[in-house]
């Protein structure tokens, strides 16, 4: 069964930074392109950032660039994305999903509250 | 960017119902890169439709999806109890990928 587990939300001030973890299973997690989508309380979705399978393409949506990062670590069937100087926007649930194009599997997410 | 707009924003139908939701693009989305997603609330979105029309693995053939170019819609053809919650579409023909801003549909 295909899971995957955020975790690392959490409250931080308004220019703070957090890093969050996505751990996957049930799947060949280095096969597949792996992507961050954010949802603000009571709106859509929004998508933040992609990896390629390889780490080779990385892609950004234009406000979190130079701002978060992705990596992952296939050793690991772990996905991340560290974000710095977090602004009260920011403030999300926080989805890994996988996919090239449409994301066909979710976690369950992790709420990220930026607020002084 | 290619901005999305979903119709009509909320959704009242009983079970058994037939209903009818709608996703325009401001460009035309070729190759019909086209998803749909349900959201219930408290969970994680789950996909639906891929390629305008074919369901994902697991969904129930009550769910169609059809359309073409700029103007995409999604059908459940038998309203279930479980089906009420919110449908988002999902462009993936340019980048970045967006979402429509969501159909909620509820309970009459």
């Not at chain 1, 974000?83 to 979710?106: I, K, N």
């Not at chain 2, 709608?22 to 989305?29: E, M, N």
């Amino acid at each position: 069964e295909v899971q995957m587990v955020e975790s690392g939300g959490g409250l931080v001030k308004p220019g703070g930074s957090l890093r969050l973890s996505c751990l996957a299973s049930g799947f060949t997690f280095s096969n597949y392109n792996m992507n961050w989508v954010r949802q603000a309380p009571g709106k859509g979705l929004e998508w933040v950032s992609s990896i390629s399978a390889s780490s080779s393409h990385i892609y950004y949506e234009d406000s979190g660039e130079g701002r978060f990062t992705i990596s992952r670590d296939d050793a690991k069937n772990s996905l991340f994305l560290q974000m710095d100087s977090l602004r009260a926007e920011d403030t999300a649930v926080y989805y890994c999903a996988r996919g090239t194009y449409v994301f066909d599997y979710w976690g369950q997410g992790t709420l990220v509250t930026v607020s002084s | 960017e290619i901005v999305l707009t979903q119709s009509p924003g909320t959704l009242s139908l009983s079970p058994g119902e037939r209903a009818t939701l709608s996703c325009r693009a401001t460009q035309i989305v070729t190759s019909n890169y086209l998803a749909w997603y349900q959201q219930k609330p408290g969970q994680a979105p789950r996909l639906l439709i891929y390629g305008a029309s074919s369901r994902a693995t697991g969904i129930p053939d009550r769910f169609s999806g059809g359309g073409s170019g700029t103007d995409f819609t999604l059908t459940i053809s038998r309203l279930e109890p479980e089906d009420f919650a919110v449908y988002y579409c999902q462009q993936y023909h340019a980048s970045p990928r967006t979402f429509g801003q969501g159909t909620k549909l509820e309970i009459k």
